[in-house]
């Protein structure tokens, strides 16, 4: 069974640019979720999908988007970076939703992403 | 949203139980406890959560108390490999990770 991949690793972005992660779920997972983590933090939930449809955000601006395929692999989109979204972008799926109802989150590695 | 409270640091020596507290005075009814760890320069990794009892699994247990309030995760024998950071999480609908405690564990 592959568990949840990230990519690139690694990502080094100038402020304004625009930039796309991916994730790809772990096998059987339909739901994926999307979270930010900056250095010395608790990972922050940006939004997460469902089948294919957002269905919860956390308090990010619109810049901040994302697709779910139908194959559940996701992307996030960030739209004119700013030097605060240097971060950790963690993927996490699961095998169905709501998260807190039991259904355990597995996550990726993660992305770094240097805004300079 | 469940706001959790936990300790920001904890030490424990190897192969000593440890006890990792969490507040969860908000929590709903419906909503389970769920515990994260995260080690260094990994993603945040599952350990176990629960409704109303305590449970038990290969990682560690949680002790949930009667009014649901608070929670204890814990490690029966520390190791090396246990350190990290722990988050305790309260919510149905996707998780709040809060900054949760940094446990240390001395050889």
């Known amino acids: 069974e592959t568990g949840v991949t990230q990519s690139p690793t690694h990502l080094i972005k100038t402020r304004g640019q625009q930039v796309t992660l991916r994730c790809s779920s772990q096998?059987?997972?339909?739901?994926v979720s999307w979270y930010q983590q900056a250095l010395g933090q608790g990972p922050q939930f940006i939004f997460q999908?469902?089948?294919?449809?957002?269905?919860g955000r956390g308090n990010f601006p619109p810049r901040f988007s994302g697709l779910q395929f139908p194959n559940y692999s996701s992307e996030l989109n960030v739209n004119a970076l700013e030097l605060d979204d240097s971060a950790l972008y963690l993927c996490?799926?699961?095998?169905?939703?709501?998260?807190?109802?039991?259904?355990?989150?597995?996550f990726g590695p993660g992305t770094r992403l240097t805004v300079l | 949203d469940a706001k959790t409270t936990q300790p920001n640091s904890m030490e424990s020596n190897e192969e000593e139980p440890v006890h990792l507290p969490c507040n969860h005075s908000t929590i709903s009814g419906t909503d389970y406890i769920h515990w994260y760890r995260q080690l260094p320069s990994q993603g945040p990794e599952y350990v176990i959560h629960g409704l109303t009892s305590n449970v038990n699994n290969r990682m560690a247990s949680l002790a949930i108390a009667e009014d649901r309030k608070s929670s204890t995760l814990i490690l029966h024998r520390a190791t090396l490999r246990d350190a990290a950071v722990y988050y305790c999480?309260?919510?149905?609908?996707?998780?709040?990770f809060g900054t949760g405690t940094r446990l240390q564990v001395f050889p």
């Open positions: 999480i309260g919510n149905t609908d996707k998780l709040i």
């Open positions: 096998s059987g997972h339909n739901t």
């Open positions: 996490a799926s699961s095998v169905g939703w709501p998260s807190g109802r039991g259904y355990t989150q597995y």
């Open positions: 999908y469902y089948r294919e449809e957002e269905n």
